[in-house]
Nanobody, 127 residues
Framework: QVQLVESGGGLVQAGGSLRLSCAAS?????????????MAWYRQAPGKEREFLAR???????NYADSVKGRFTISRDNAKNTVDLQMNSLEPEDTAVYYC????????????????WGQGTQVTVSA
């Protein structure tokens, strides 16, 4: 019902910066709107579990993982249904596939909470 498309990944040197973007669009049978209560970024490095990075709600309140606090900044545009992740002071340990996701409900917003994931974008940080 919701399609998420990430962009902005690539190869950077340690200490560099990248800005990831995620655009969301809804494709449903009823065309009822989706709430997009939360939008978030995760990552998964080879051999490791998927790791939470940052989350932002409709009121723009944010939460960050300790590993990225002070270096990464999440933001969103409610009108455009986009969420960005500004990544500064990147380190080789940040190398991973980065995923965008959203959580919310379909109008009238009384049904089950739904979770959607993007396909991911590769971020590689060289030493």
């Amino acid at each position: 019902q919701v399609q998420l498309v990430e962009s902005g990944g690539g190869l950077v040197q340690a200490g560099g910066s990248l800005r990831l973007s995620c655009a969301a669009s809804e494709v449903t049978v009823s065309s009822n709107p989706f709430s997009f209560n939360f939008m978030a970024w995760y990552r998964q490095a080879p051999g490791k579990e998927r790791e939470f990075l940052a989350r932002i709600n409709m009121g723009h309140s944010t939460n960050y993982a300790d590993s990225v606090k002070g270096r990464f900044t999440i933001s969103r545009d409610n009108a455009k249904n986009t969420v960005d992740l500004q990544m500064n002071s990147l380190e080789p340990e940040d190398t991973a596939v980065y995923y965008c996701n959203t959580e919310g409900r379909v109008w009238p917003y009384t049904g089950p909470l739904r979770i959607y994931w993007g396909q991911g974008t590769q971020v590689t940080v060289s030493a």
